[in-house]
């Protein structure tokens, strides 16, 4: 029960629902052509539909992969501690030039 709670408190806090499109279907069918994964593939182009800023990922191998294809995927793949760093790291340069 407690994953079905976890699941609709973080469904209550999205800010944008997309809804399954033949179009979305055809991409993610496209995207097994590369050797994606059914659900990576799924996940993926829901993700490029969205206009997503970034796909954050744990999985080494879907990470490998989305590297090896970024000419073809849509949206930017990380690893979440890679991105946090960088994100941050971002900011804090940001900061530094506008004298903060």
Do not use: C
Not at 46 to 72: H, I, M
Not at 75 to 95: D, F, K, Y
């Amino acid at each position: 029960m407690f994953k079905k709670e976890l699941v609709l408190a973080l469904l209550a806090r999205a800010k944008a629902y997309i809804s399954s499109r033949p179009e979305i279907e055809q991409r993610a069918e496209y995207l097994m052509t590369l050797s994606f994964k059914f659900h990576d593939a799924l996940h993926l182009a829901f993700a490029e539909a969205g206009d997503a800023d970034v796909f954050l990922t744990t999985d080494d191998r879907l990470l490998r992969k989305a590297k090896q294809n970024s000419n073809v995927i849509k949206v930017g793949v990380e690893n979440p501690a890679i991105w946090l760093i960088n994100t941050l790291q971002s900011e804090a340069e940001a900061n530094e030039e506008n004298g903060n």
